[in-house]
């Protein structure tokens, strides 16, 4: 018995170290194909599950929807934290952001893998009111600071020399504000106006000017009644701004990393027909760098592009 007892004791201790060498490889592995794909804010949470659910076990990726503290705060997130790999964000937040010195250090750092649908932005006011500049110093609703709202308020109406109260509200709760009275216009994302019940003889929509200093941040774009049916009449329409949504990532963390994101990008375009997210989400956008990852996934489904068809006639000429 008393050469029995070491030799288990010496098994189980040789266990004990196999097991840690198992569990860290696993673990290596599964963060070698894991990515934290962020919504800096609730609006953008279906876009991001979307995303998540069609690409999921991808070439064995998975994808972790993350939901953020709001669009200012995501940027450092991104550049910051290890279990953020992609953030949805307005490239406006981009410009605001180096505009405050808040991307010092970050220049160049920050780029894109693909463009979704842009954020079109709705400056909701009083019948009375026919003019931005008639908002000068009075209440409008834009969003808590940080937010995607409270950025192109301050961009656009800073831009447009029209100086404001904000009124810490977004989206819906800034539509009720302008409703009962507690401001006097709201700047909300266009997607919120159709499911508004604001009485189209109270209020419309204000037509917004592109500012001559954001034309590499904003694009002019037309609001149509199909999307505010209660504010535009059928037969009109209002002109306003609107500003790329992407998706970014911030490069340099890692060469695993690099990897893990040209994976992603080819699973990305390889579905984007089922994501309905942008009808060209490959699309370049203009003034802003697509990450390394997002160039070599394009190139490698160009290529299978040519090959593809020549292989299927082999398949069907009897080979």
Not at 42 to 61: K, N
Not at 154 to 164: G, I, Q
Not at 305 to 311: S, V
Request: glycine share 6%; hydrophobic share 45%.
């Amino acid at each position: 018995m008393g050469v029995v007892k070491p030799f288990v004791a010496l098994c189980v201790a040789a266990g004990m170290a196999i097991i840690p060498a198992q569990a860290d490889s696993r673990t290596a592995k599964l963060n070698a194909n894991t990515i934290g794909l962020m919504a800096p804010e609730y609006q953008w949470l279906p876009q991001t599950i979307s995303i998540a659910t069609a690409v999921q076990h991808e070439d064995g990726l998975r994808i972790l929807p993350i939901l953020g503290a709001g669009t200012l705060q995501s940027v450092s997130d991104l550049a910051q934290l290890e279990s953020i790999d992609a953030v949805l964000l307005t490239l406006d937040t981009l410009t605001y952001a180096k505009a405050q010195g808040l991307l010092e250090g970050m220049e160049g750092k920050i780029t894109y893998l693909a463009r979704l649908q842009p954020v079109t932005w709705a400056l909701v006011v009083p019948k009375a009111t026919t003019s931005i500049a008639s908002l000068a110093n009075q209440r409008v609703a834009t969003g808590p600071t940080g937010t995607a709202g409270f950025v192109a308020g301050e961009l656009l109406f800073n831009a447009l020399d029209v100086p404001f109260r904000r009124v810490p509200k977004q989206g819906v709760e800034a539509l009720g504000k302008l409703d009962k009275g507690a401001a006097d216009a709201a700047l909300v994302d266009a997607n919120t106006l159709r499911s508004s019940k604001l009485d189209g003889a109270r209020f419309h929509i204000l037509p917004l000017p592109l500012p001559e200093a954001l034309t590499s941040t904003y694009s002019q774009i037309i609001i149509t009644s199909a999307e505010a049916p209660t504010l535009i009449a059928s037969d009109g329409d209002v002109e306003t701004v609107s500003a790329a949504l992407a998706v970014l990532v911030f490069s340099g963390k890692s060469k695993t990393q690099q990897e893990r994101l040209r994976r992603f990008s080819e699973a990305l375009f390889r579905n984007a027909s089922t994501l309905k997210l942008n009808n060209n989400i490959a699309a370049d956008i203009p003034g802003w760098n697509r990450h390394q990852a997002s160039v070599e996934a394009l190139k490698i489904l160009a290529t299978q592009a040519k090959i593809e068809p020549e292989n299927q006639l082999q398949q069907g000429d009897g080979q």
